[in-house]
Structure formats: C-alpha cells, structure tokens
C-alpha cells in the first residue's frame, strides 16, 4: 500500500513564501514521477511542477520563476516564493509510474491560502 503524506500549506500573505513536503511510503517502484498539482475552487485541477527519478523537472507557465520543485528519493518538495492571491489552492501531491500499467497515487491535499 502506498501513502503520500503532505504537509506545509498555510496561509501567507502576498510576497511571502511557504515550503510543501511530501513524504511516499509503501512500495515504490524506483523509477517514478512525482509532482505538485493544485485545483482552486470552481476550477480544475492543474498541474504546478513534477520532476521524474534523475531528470529536470517542468514546471507551469505561472509558477516558473517563483515556485522550485526539488526531490530526495520518495520526498517531493515545492518551495513557493512571491506568492500571489491568484495561488491559492488545495495542493495535492502525485506519485506515478509505469509498469505493465500506470500506477497513481494523490496525497490528501494541503490548503494555500494567499491573502493580505
């Protein structure tokens, strides 16, 4: 069984910087993709950053420049500067990978909320 455990969301003010973990327990092929996805309210969710086992990471048009996605084995984090009002989000983070069939975990989602 595999879990993802997040946590660092919060609320901060525009300009300001929050840093999220992810934490992927459980039995894990070696060869994986992990990311950060978010989803405001009324809208779908989107992706913000992933980065695959020994490759660069992608990030989203919005979030280049101010969001950094960075891993140690099964730990994903997404430091998060100048925030901005239009980020607030549930962040949620993604486990995949590729054998015979995709396998997909989510975690349970962390509340961003950028406001003054």
């Known amino acids: 069984q595999v879990q993802l455990l997040e946590s660092g969301g919060g609320l901060v003010q525009p300009g300001g910087s929050l840093r999220l973990s992810c934490t992927a327990s459980?039995?894990?092929?070696?060869?994986?993709?992990m990311g950060w996805y978010r989803q405001a309210p009324g809208k779908q969710r989107e992706l913000v950053a992933a980065?695959?086992?020994?490759?660069t990471p992608n990030y989203a048009d919005s979030v280049k420049g101010r969001f950094t996605i960075s891993r140690d084995n099964n730990k994903v984090y997404l430091q998060m500067n100048n925030l901005k009002p239009e980020d607030t989000a549930v962040y949620y983070c993604?486990?995949?990978?590729?054998?015979?069939?995709?396998?997909?975990?989510w975690g349970q989602g962390t509340q961003v909320t950028v406001s003054s």
């Open positions: 980065i695959a086992s020994g490759s």
């Open positions: 459980g039995s894990i092929f070696s060869i994986n993709t």
């Open positions: 993604k486990l995949s990978w590729m054998s015979f069939i995709e396998y997909l975990y």
